[in-house]
Each structure stands twice: as structure tokens, then as C-alpha cells.
């Protein structure tokens, strides 16, 4: 009914239904035909008709009155909504884990927002999962399967985890021979997530699978404080290559039993599909799929030991 009484208003304003017709860019049969499915809902004549003259009806000249200021400011809001949709400009709200966010996407929110100078970006960090749907944010970055299957997602990379240690302790563990198995990793202390304090390892040829069902030495909920604590301390844990990436690469961490690895973690964006994308999210979502192809952790990928910081680590 909106678009006819807003062709009706037309017709009234213009004092023509040719004219009106042309201005609304719909044929005139077609206005007239709307018009009079107008008047039909409303069980009134809105319109004198004349072969010289178009005059309003006194229930025509009240639908109009009343009915003009409200479709004028009903235009005006759905301008300022499509301008709001379409601009490169305004808050995206994220969600995202800590260690996620503060770790291999650290650099990226700064380039977004140097890219997009108008464009806002609040960034909740959570290591727990969040409800997404009740907390208003346009994007949320998860690790692992999703459980609300409503969400529509994309991609962003798949993280390995691996079994790391400390040098004094990777050099004790190493020494045991190619023979030693994951269930004799016990006689090291080992730190774990304080969720995950049962840990499946999977031989990366064999698939032969393993549980790792030892008290650990400290059981922490942020596993970038585990791993300060696991540098500090010595031995060895299980944790995602993404954050130990430079400490492997330094030779503070050495990768042990190579072969064996936890399951991988795969990063993805998600949002609702039930809301409408704007403008800056789409922005948000692409810049995250572009440059997330860059990272090498996110990849699948382990980092690489200089030979000579190889060379030092085997001389010791």
C-alpha cells in the first residue's frame, strides 16, 4: 500500500497522471490501475476525474495531508539507511579471541583501519566464546567447529599444533632416540590449557592416535601465559604454531617428536545471515580473507630455523 499511496501523492502533487507516470518511470495505465486498487482499500474515491481537470476529493485531500509528511520523512530515512549500508565509513564490531587477535592478526586490524581511515573498528576479545547473536557485533573470528549452524562463515586458515619444548628439556627428550613415544612424555613436566587438560596426539603418517592423560605441572586458561610459564619453568606442551612462532624460529622453543600433532585449529570469520552486510563489514571481511592468505602459521605452515641457529641448537 506504501507504493501506491506514494504514487497517489505523486498524481496529487503533479495534478496529472501522464506526468506522474513519467516522473515515477511507470507506465500511465499501470499508475491509474494502482490508484484505483488504492481507493478500493480504502473504500473511497480519492480523485475527481475530468477530461480537463484533476481534483482531489475531500478523503483525497486528507489521505494526502496526512499522509505526505509521513512518506516524506519515510524517504528520508530510507535515504539515510542506503547511505549507511554503502559507506565506506562508520563502527564495525568484532569478536575475536586474544590470543588469536593479539597474535598472527595483531598486525592486520592497524592496516585495516590505515586503508580505511573512516571506518571505526571495536574489537572485544574474549578467550571464551561469546554469544555472538546477542552481542551486536557484525563479526566474530572463531577457532574450531561452529555450534550455531544459523551463522554463515568463511575461511580464514587452518593452524597446526604442535608439541613444543624448552631447550634443556628438548635436548633430554631428543636424546632417548627416534623410538620414544608420546606416552613416555610423562616423566617431563608439562604444562597444559586448563581446558584441555586431556590432550589427543595423531602420528602425522600412521594416523595412530594417542592421549596424552597426565597431571600437567600447571594448568592455565591463556596459553600465551602457559607458554611464559612453560620458558620460565622448562619442559614441554602442546600448543597452537602460531604462538610460539617466533620463539621457534629464535630457538627459546624446539619442536619435538615431529611426527606426532594435535588436531589443527581452523580459523574462521562468521557472521549472521540474517542481517544485512554493510558496506564497511564487507570491507572488514575481505581485507581479513585477503590477508590472512600472508600468514604463515595460518597456512599450515612451521617456521623455519636459520641453519646457523640449527647449527647452534645441535652443538649444545
Known sequence: MLDDLALFIKVAE????????????????????????????LGCQLLHRSARRLQLTAAGRKVFDESYLHLSSLDKQMALIKKDISAEEGEVRVLAP???????????????????????????????VEDFTGSQAELAVRVGPLANSALRQRLLGSIRTVLVAT????????????ELTPSELGRWPWVASISESIRRLRHRHTGEMVNIDWRP??????????????????GWMLCPVSLVWEDLQRGDLRQILRDWEGANREVHVVWNDRN?????????????????????????ELPAVSKARRSGLESK
Not at 503533479?14 to 482499500?41: I, M, Y
Not at 600465551?224 to 622448562?234: N, Q, V, W, Y
Open 98 to 128: 586474544v590470543n588469536l587477535a593479539n597474535g598472527p592478526l595483531r598486525p592486520l586490524w592497524g592496516d585495516f583501519m590505515s586503508r580505511y581511515p573512516n571506518i571505526q573498528l571495536t574489537l572485544q576479545l574474549n578467550n571464551r
Open 167 to 178: 631447550p634443556d628439556a628438548a635436548a633430554e627428550i631428543e636424546a632417548q632416540g627416534a
Open 14 to 41: 503533479l495534478g496529472s497522471f501522464s506526468k506522474a507516470a513519467t516522473a515515477a518511470g511507470v507506465p500511465a495505465p499501470t499508475l491509474t490501475r494502482r490508484v484505483q486498487k488504492l481507493e478500493a482499500e
Open 217 to 234: 605441572r600447571a594448568h592455565i586458561n591463556d596459553l600465551s601465559l602457559a607458554i611464559d610459564i612453560l620458558k620460565t619453568c622448562g
Open 276 to 300: 544485512i552486510l554493510l558496506r564497511r563489514t564487507q570491507l572488514l571481511l575481505d581485507f581479513l580473507t585477503e590477508e590472512t592468505r600472508r600468514i604463515p602459521s595460518l597456512l599450515g
